[in-house]
């Protein structure tokens, strides 16, 4: 093993067979050694969730030069802890997750799997990136992906990212004309907006299925969601503090309550 | 029923039965009508997870005046969401969770499903206040928080919150002196750092059990970690725009690589 390669830590929350881990497994294996970790189930909207009531088995499925590939009953955040913890002989250089079937862009970043890995490895000081694609085929053509996926991510190995921020990049579809540009842009506001489809089970008893549709309320040009609209991959600079810093002023008179 | 009481939404992510629940509903019924929907099991680090692939099955458990009791299978963001969206007459006023048995400081948010379910209600536009205790132990003393939470939810209920933040809200447990008072505060960049448990289970199958301590490293005197290590109250005003803001500029070059 060439000791100078760099070591990429590799999740999804599409499960271990989906078609865009693998797509990334293939163009990652370019640019260094790659351990994947993927979950034995589909991790889809388990968000940052891990694994502190059930046992986590692990298991070795494949190696080889530059490549191995574990499975576990876990979480995506949970792939990412025993990666860097546990099954990888150094610090990762890089974590990477996707290629996610579907966007996750604006407010979907909360539900994801996928961004749950990411911002995982980011608060534990790694350098991390979520790649997905504004499609949930399971069949989807990653193809025209390759060389964003591969310029970006060099670019990020060579330069690193500052401390406490990780990359969200979200892909248009393939369509009829070439993907434009990259935009760097913050998250639009936009969000699932949910409704509840009662259903009665084969005993008669009722239950909810949840559906949704996607709300476009913010869609102004430096927002992810316009980015993908027309055509270009958006990156998001992400973090992980979630403090509303412009309204600690603003509520410090909640300071002067009688408690 | 007085139609001028609010109509506060309740959920946690410790189970129906945790003390801390049972605390809350009794503080906010003073305040207002209340439904309750909690979950069958402890959801604690569920996160922003949603129930997307499963059956969710609602049942009222207990109806007085004033007050509904719903119990169901899914997390505590889906408890939001049935809620404003099914079981409730009206839209709620305010949803409150909690009150966690366990700090939900610093990066702890990133974790819990106390602040997942304040989170989508402060994402579909509502009022929402997580509250949480400094203590995990399952009988903890909650009435030294009494007038702070009072005081707290009726400013909030009098004043509301501005678009897009929720309140992310903290206590010490109980010591020998009075919580001193409250501090609003950003969010520590503390955070739990995991070490997985090397086990085997009755079939000799080795399998790992995650376990943590937590690192404080980032308690300046303008962080919730250090208002709690003093015996205050945090205030975290909190969003769920995750977008490094000020690393935007600084990526734009990222718009020059060719793809």
Redesign the interface.
């Known amino acids: 093993m060439n000791e100078k390669r760099p070591q990429i830590l590799i999740t999804n929350d599409d499960g271990y067979a989906a078609k865009g881990l693998r797509k990334l497994v293939t163009l990652m294996r370019t640019l260094g050694d790659v351990v994947l970790i993927s979950t034995d189930e589909?991790m889809?909207?388990?968000?940052?969730?891990?694994?502190?009531?059930e046992?986590?088995?692990?298991r070795l499925v494949q190696e080889e030069e530059g490549f191995k590939e574990y499975r576990c009953n876990g979480t995506p955040v949970?792939c990412v802890?025993?990666g860097y913890?546990?099954l990888m002989a150094q610090k990762p250089d890089l974590v990477v997750s996707g290629i996610n079937h579907g966007m996750n862009a604006a407010?979907t970043?909360?539900?994801s799997g996928t961004i749950?890995a990411v911002?995982?490895a980011c608060?534990?000081g790694l350098t991390a990136i979520g790649y997905s694609l504004f499609s949930l085929d399971p069949d989807a053509d990653f193809d025209h992906l390759d060389?964003?996926i591969l310029?970006?991510t060099k670019?990020v190995l060579n330069e690193g990212l500052?401390n406490?921020?990780c990359?969200n990049v979200n892909f248009p579809k393939r369509g009829d004309e070439l993907?434009k540009?990259?935009?760097?842009?913050?998250?639009a506001?936009c969000?699932w907006v949910?409704?509840?489809k009662e259903?009665f089970?084969e005993n008669g008893?009722?239950?909810?299925?949840?559906e949704g549709t996607f709300e476009s309320d913010d869609i102004a040009p430096?927002t992810d969601l316009w980015a993908l609209q027309h055509n270009y991959?958006s990156?998001?600079?992400?973090?992980?503090?979630?403090?509303?810093?412009r309204?600690?002023e603003?509520?410090?008179n909640?300071?002067s309550?009688?408690?």
């Not at 008893?205 to 949840?210: A, E, M, S």
């Not at 990156?235 to 810093?245: K, S, Y």
């Open positions: 589909v889809s909207a388990k968000s940052h969730s891990c694994t502190i009531r046992k986590i088995y692990v949970d802890k025993l913890q546990k407010t970043v909360v539900y749950g911002i995982e608060m534990n060389t964003a310029e970006i670019r500052p406490g921020v990359l993907m540009g990259i935009k760097v842009c913050r998250q506001a969000r949910e409704y509840f259903q089970d008893q009722q239950y909810y299925d949840l430096d991959a990156i998001v600079p992400t973090c992980f503090d979630w403090t509303a810093h309204y600690i603003p509520f410090k909640y300071e309550l009688s408690i």
